[in-house]
């Protein structure tokens, strides 16, 4: 299907979600959950305007068709884009994108499985969802958690304790508590048991529509699943939280005090990366300074 025209009518989220989780097994793809999840998680940060633009589509679209080695460098440059302004959302996010570093490179079914997850993700038009500059919109939904939950079994809920409710039975749920009237601006907003933050998208969505802003709060969330957890950083920058965000990855019961080891956690990450863009810097003054060096007489 051309790329150009291959985005109709953006179905139910779940719907769209089941497809890609059955291109996903039908192309025999494996059975590493965290590779369709993230490549729908980094194809989800690219931005774009408030109607779906051709270019951006195109280039998505693309992507369903290039060699794997190329798909790889794609990915890999989203993320390490994302890096210079966000480093600790994407240490959060790693198994969302460790794969990607994999000495192995993705084999020939694994790379038509990924192609068949961004054409499938693309034709159901999922991403009209994430990449929206409307807040509001993309504060409808909890796409990578609906999709997330679409690769797991049974079994896996069982086991994870994992319960994730429609959209609209969670705006429901947090109209009905009243929290974001109650809540004043600088005040913590905690959820101990996150999964992929489908209750902060809620409390953030009726934030803006009382005339709020989510970055006026911290966003505190706990989760003891590390691909839920990534799923949640990521879903941070799409509904826009703002720049107090925490996650703590580990199980709050048994954490003494999660809320201060989640805030040395994110400052070594920050510490480590100026640390990394100042040796950057360095490195850069350095080439510039012995190159004009050789160049005098």
Not at 267 to 289: F, K, P
Request: aromatic residues 6%; negative net charge; contains cysteine.
């Amino acid at each position: 299907m051309n790329a150009s025209n291959s985005q109709s009518e953006p179905q139910d989220v779940t719907t769209a979600a089941a497809r890609i989780a059955t291109a996903w097994h039908r192309t025999h793809g494996g059975s590493t959950i965290a590779i369709p999840v993230g490549v729908v998680a980094a194809l989800a940060l690219l931005k774009r305007g408030p109607e779906p633009a051709d270019l951006v589509r195109d280039q998505i679209g693309a992507l369903a068709t290039v060699e794997a080695d190329q798909l790889v460098e794609v990915l890999q440059a989203i993320w390490a884009n994302l890096w210079v302004h966000q480093p600790y959302i994407v240490e959060i996010a790693r198994p969302l994108h460790t794969w990607l570093n994999d000495d192995e490179p993705l084999s020939p079914a694994t790379c038509r499985a990924v192609h068949d997850v961004i054409r499938v993700a693309l034709e159901a038009g999922l991403f009209r969802y994430t990449s929206t500059t409307d807040v509001r919109l993309r504060c409808q939904e909890d796409v990578l958690g609906t999709v997330l939950n679409a690769f797991r079994t049974d079994e896996d809920r069982a086991r994870l304790g994992e319960y994730a409710p429609p959209a609209y039975l969670t705006d429901l749920q947090v109209r009905l508590l009243g929290a974001p009237e109650s809540i004043a601006p600088g005040q913590r907003i905690i959820d101990t048991a996150a999964h992929t933050g489908a209750t902060m998208r809620a409390f953030a969505l009726a934030l803006r529509e009382q005339g709020g802003d989510p970055a006026d709060h911290c966003w505190f969330m706990c989760e003891s699943d590390a691909l839920a957890a990534a799923c949640a950083a990521v879903n941070a920058l799409i509904w826009d939280l703002g720049p107090d965000v925490l996650i703590f990855v580990g199980d709050y019961l048994q954490a003494e005090d999660p809320y201060m080891p989640a805030v040395r956690h994110r400052n070594e990450v920050w510490m480590h990366a100026m640390r990394v863009r100042d040796l950057g810097a360095l490195a850069s003054i350095w080439r510039r300074d012995r190159w004009t060096a050789r160049e005098q007489p």
